[in-house]
């Protein structure tokens, strides 16, 4: 864990007078706090594009990534399965230009492959105080709200409660195929969202959606943290 | 002074829940306003401590002096009762802490409630004098109630002097009163209750701890709108509800609140969502509104304390077959199947056609004879995987039976055999029997029937029978004792 880390993230974004980090900003602080997340390198020109590219490995991922950014799909900002160098340039310029020049660069991603979307998150209730989540991912996030909360700190046999909360916790198991997850690690991940959360009181909000299993292992594909 | 004395002192609580001196403030000679009222409340249920009365004007009520002044009455005093006009109470609250009382509850609205600024201002006013040293209960509150003493809230002169395992706070008073009498009439029975209206000083955090501690409480149930210091509540739940079970019903849940937020997480966490997961966490039970929290109580009250997996279910009505099936699995409890050989035993004992011997067993005849259900409810405990039995009763029927003979309905319901055999049954084999006693038969034309249910009820309550007025209520109470035990267990 490296909590120096995450805190020098969050100060310099404060510093520039953002309320948001950017989605690399927000998985370098949930790696500081061992959240595994997706490999990736932002990409600011287009030189660098060709090591990137050979250091993540095809297929990957392309996303525009600022600070300003949110609903990157929405605004056509993301390429899924980029398999070429070719590709890769075209849909560099593409996502640059669609950025309008806002500043920021191209997120270039190792692309995970695995049926199974889960959602986790952050949030601050003015009650109860920091309150983490855990639920069904993806476009079930919103639809099924099949989801659960546990007030930070707690313990290991609380996180896997709280995933055995949920009402389609079955997927969770071995299903169609697919190994189960490996429940170790994503109560590990609940746990570290609210150490973060509680170690520093400038963050507001965070989402992790969608936490893919990539077989039995869960990695934060997609993040967003808010700040007070 | 000795500077060492901590402070603020440590809350006598014996002295607020039996206090052998108390006073009434605001005692009017004429009508039965609050303080009148308290005070033949007091005198009615048998409250047998000293009374003092304080009204300004003097005189006396009932032959008993009224003093001009708290500060009149010889000695000290251990609880007040408070029911003068708003502005007056923070001075009449600091005369009592001056006479020595531990605490006091404010009948008196007027205050926070009104949001007005002299309301709030009277309430902060009463918050400094509870920090020279006196604990307050309310204001806007009826009050406490404590079999034990005597207390009771207002009004309760008819509530029950038997004491017993449920602990309840509320901020509603309403809520009190009702789930009192509900409970005096279900065979519910209480160890404290308390009623903190605004709730500006003693309140549901603290009066968690000391339930915790109090021998002569079992469970505590409560009925919460809003907390003050969530860390400290959420604290206070979890070392209670590892000790006790808690019950909580949670009012006002609202969807996901107004704040402006960004992420996909903030704006699913409403209240509701929170406060559901808090209550799991915390290892509290929650329940849907104060029914099934009273239900709930009564389950933990009379089933000695561990799971219920399997269970029968006999007698007749609609509730029977498939449908006990599918509502008992919902509520994680099984309705096994009977053995052939055990089936075929009972089977000998039930009345021709109609019946049915598996589980559940149906009896179809509602004249079957308590000697006959005594001996099915006998043979079906000895399937080993049985834990509990439920026995719904169909004795609404003998109102028939009553008008052919030309008798009375209590003549020829043989509810008190019925209630005997049942005690015995579940004392011989160490199997609780819960009855369901439902009648569709309350209309005017059937007094007679909801007056013998009333003494039918009575008779198995006072047997420490169980009774729930629907198969559904008992297996869903059955379900949050299960949860609870073996959530202790693992």
């Known amino acids: 864990m490296n909590k120096e880390q995450a805190r020098q993230i969050i100060q310099a974004a404060k510093q520039e007078g953002r309320k948001t980090l950017s989605e690399y900003e927000a998985k370098q602080v949930l790696a500081a706090y061992d959240i595994p997340v997706t490999r990736e390198i932002l990409v600011d020109e287009r030189p660098a594009l060709a090591d990137a590219l050979g250091k993540i490995g095809y297929p990957l991922v392309m996303k525009g990534c600022a600070a300003e950014i949110a609903h990157k799909t929405e605004k056509n900002l993301v390429r899924v399965d980029v398999r070429s160098e070719a590709e890769a340039g075209t849909a560099f310029d593409e996502i640059k230009a669609g950025m309008n020049g806002s500043g920021g660069g191209v997120l270039v991603q190792e692309m995970i492959s695995g049926r199974r979307e889960l959602v986790m998150g952050l949030t601050r209730d003015p009650q109860f105080g920091a309150c983490v989540m855990f639920g069904l991912g993806g476009i079930f996030t919103e639809v099924l709200k099949d989801i659960s909360f546990r007030k930070a700190p707690f313990d290991r046999q609380d996180a896997l409660e709280m995933m055995n909360d949920i009402k389609g916790r079955k997927i969770l198991d071995a299903v169609r195929g697919m190994p189960a997850a490996d429940t170790d690690a994503l109560a590990a991940m609940l746990i570290n969202i609210g150490r973060l959360s509680l170690d520093i009181d400038d963050i507001a909000e965070i989402d992790l959606n969608p936490v893919i299993l990539s077989g039995a292992k869960p990695v934060a594909v997609d993040a967003l943290i808010v700040l007070k | ?212 501690d109090d021998p002569d409480t079992g469970m505590v149930a409560m009925y919460i709108e809003g907390v003050h210091d969530g860390d400290a509540f959420f604290k206070a739940l979890k070392r209670t509800a590892a000790e006790k079970p808690v019950i909580v019903n949670k009012g006002g849940l609202s969807v996901a609140g107004s704040r402006a937020v960004q992420s996909h997480t903030a704006s699913m966490g409403g209240s509701r969502e929170i406060w559901q997961s808090i209550l799991r966490q915390a290892k509290a039970i929650q329940v849907g509104d104060m029914a099934e929290m009273a239900q709930t109580c009564l389950a933990f009250s009379l089933l000695p304390r561990r799971a219920y997996h399997n269970i029968t279910v006999l007698g007749g009505g609609g509730a029977l077959g498939v449908a006990a099936a599918d509502m008992a699995e919902t509520y994680g409890v099984q309705i096994p199947a009977f053995a052939k050989a055990l089936a075929d035993r009972i089977d000998e004992h039930l009345p021709r056609p109609g019946s049915s011997p598996g589980n559940p067993v149906d009896v179809a005849n509602p004249f079957v004879p308590p000697k006959t259900l005594k001996e099915i409810m006998r043979l079906a405990a000895t399937d080993e995987r049985i834990d509990l039995q439920i026995f719904t009763s169909l004795i609404h029927h003998y109102k028939n039976m009553a008008m052919m003979m030309g008798k009375t309905v209590k003549e020829v319901t043989p509810y008190l055999e019925l209630a005997d055999d049942i005690k015995e049954v579940a004392a011989e084999t160490g199997k609780p029997i819960i009855v369901i006693l439902s009648n569709p038969k309350n209309g005017l034309d059937h007094l007679d029937v909801v007056d013998m249910f009333a003494d039918a009820r009575q008779a198995f309550i006072e047997r420490g029978i169980p009774v729930f007025s629907d198969l559904r209520d008992a297996l869903r109470a059955i379900g949050h004792v299960n949860k609870y035990y073996e959530r202790k267990s693992s």
Request: hydrophobic fraction near 40%; proline fraction near 6%.
């Open chain 2, 1 to 212: 002074m000795t500077p060492s004395t901590a402070y603020p002192p440590p809350t006598d609580f014996d002295r607020i829940f039996h206090p052998k001196r108390l006073v009434i403030v605001g005692v009017s000679k004429e009508g039965l306003g609050f303080g009148a009222g308290i005070f033949a409340s007091l005198r009615l249920i048998g409250f047998e401590e000293e009374i003092f009365l304080v009204n300004p004007k003097g005189g006396e009520l009932n032959g008993e002096t009224i003093y001009r002044s708290v500060a009149d009455i010889p000695g000290i005093i251990d609880f007040a009762i408070i029911a003068v006009a708003a502005r007056a109470v923070p001075e009449v609250l600091d005369a009592c802490r001056e006479k020595g009382a531990a605490g006091a509850e404010i009948f008196s609205s007027g205050f926070k409630e009104l949001a007005t600024e002299e309301g709030i201002a009277l309430e902060q006013a009463l918050v400094k004098v509870a920090a020279k040293g006196i604990r307050v209960i309310g204001p806007n509150c009826f009050g406490i109630y404590c079999p034990k003493s005597g207390l009771t809230v207002l009004p309760g002169p008819d509530l029950s002097r038997e004491s017993g395992p449920v602990a309840f706070s509320s901020q509603s008073g309403g809520m009190v009163v009702d789930f009192t009498n509900a409970g005096k009439s279900m065979g519910l029975k209480f160890s404290k209750v308390v009623s903190f209206g605004n709730g500006c000083d003693l309140r549901e955090t603290e009066l968690l701890d000391y339930f915790r």
